[in-house]
């Protein structure tokens, strides 16, 4: 069982991606969800009684600019992401990766990774109070290439310091046979439908896509709380380890997905992954 643990890639499957990575091509992943630190009802067995965690999931959420996993070569990636959990059972998230905090700060991306899929409730937390458990599968993932040449944001200024050949790197992560990276497509390129065997793109379809992934969550009407995600259950749902909490950016009904699904079923997902990079040019 692969184990999406936020905040690293496990990278036994291919040692020769590894030593590439290792050598100047990074992929950080990082994935998201929380526990109840704000609990709307914490202290409550969510498993006897409604909490309403997950009647305030749907809408969406942001994530601020955050540093992704440790420094490499001197080098701290980082992101900014925007989550949306929908009525209808789907999900949506949206990273973007920087190369320092002033870039991401004013937006200035270079690359942007989209993920897309169906979440699910699994009722009340048996072992945690205040919680709902949840599920999430990631269905599709687009990647698309923001600047092919991103440099370090100069200060004082000075000229950039540092740049980075991100084309060559992500030609180094996901060949994706042959795919120009070059080209602007709205949504970049769909990894599950045109980079495969999964070689092509190897972290991503290996690591993340198709792969159902086990969280603990609580939510307000002003915020949800999300503990890491994991494809075991024990570290998903009986074990859960606080991750993160993010503020409401807009409001969605919950109605929908709690009157078509049973009383066990309805809201949210929060997995993460994001492309990084550490390739001087």
Known sequence: TKVAAFGQ???????????????????VSLGLALLGARGAKHGANCSTQNCENEQHLCGEFEQPCKAIGPASMGLQIWSRSVFEFWPDSTFRRVDHASFDQTACQSGNAWIEVTYEGTWDI????????????ASRTVKNIWIRLLQENPCITPTGGLEPSRCFNGLDALKGACPCNGWDWKSHEEKGRNIGMFCQPASECLVLNDVFLQQKQHFSFNASEAWACFSRANTE???GWTEPEDDVCLDRTASL????????????????????AIFCLANCS
């Not at 009904?253 to 993460?272: D, G, K, Q, V």
Request: a negative charge; aromatic letters at 8%.
């Open 9 to 27: 890639v496990d990278f036994s499957c291919c040692p020769t991606f590894a030593s590439e990575a290792m050598a100047g091509l990074q992929v």
């Open 122 to 133: 699994a009722g009340g937390s048996m072992t945690v109070l205040g919680l709902d458990r």
């Open 233 to 235: 259950t024990a570290l």
């Open 253 to 272: 009904s919950c109605e929908y997905t709690l009157m078509s699904h049973a009383s066990t079923t309805s809201l949210m997902f929060t997995l993460i």
